[in-house]
């Protein structure tokens, strides 16, 4: 299976009717169906953002060098893919499907220990159906050009 870098971004709110940006990988029909990545996880950054609850410059930029580092480890062996990332009101979720947490949690150690600690919190579910990727894809519909 290859991995595709196809990526979506469509637009949405949250509860306080705060924008939210979401990323969405696209072409990922084959990984949904090998019955391989059956754990969902989403990693959370809360941060203080701007005044439209979006994340400073600043911050942008450490959650990128983050995402960079966790993508690179996690993606190599296709241990975890990244298929959605989630930015506004005041946080970042990025969520992975993984074959499995502990493993994950081994390697999101290793990739990270030389960057100072992270704001982040850590999530994991049971998701064989691939139901949040499935329900974010819906939005594609509302993606930008």
Same mark, same amino acid.
């Given at each position: ?40 996880? !989403?990693?959370?950054?809360?941060? &203080? ?6 994340? $400073?410059?600043?911050?942008? @930029?450490?959650? =990128? ?44 150690? !290793?990739?990270?220990?030389?960057? &100072? ?6 999530? $994991?579910?049971?998701?064989? @159906?691939?139901? =949040? ?13």
């Amino acid at each position: 299976m290859r991995l595709s870098d196809n990526w979506f971004t469509a637009f949405s709110e949250d509860e306080e009717g705060r924008l939210i940006s979401i990323y969405g990988r696209d072409e990922l029909s084959e990984f949904m169906a090998c019955g391989k990545l059956n754990e969902r996880v !989403e990693i959370t950054w809360p941060y &203080e953002g701007d005044a439209h609850a979006m994340p $400073t410059d600043e911050v942008a @930029e450490r959650m =990128e060098v983050f995402e960079t580092a966790l993508r690179k480890a996690m993606e190599k062996d296709k241990l975890a893919i990244l298929t959605a990332v989630y930015t506004g009101g005041n946080a970042r979720i990025w969520v992975f499907y993984t074959r499995t947490v502990r493993v994950f949690g081994e390697r999101l150690n !290793e990739a990270l220990a030389s960057h &100072e600690a992270y704001p982040i919190s850590i999530y $994991t579910e049971l998701d064989p @159906e691939w139901e =949040e990727y499935r329900d974010m894809y819906e939005m594609k519909q509302w993606a930008a050009d």
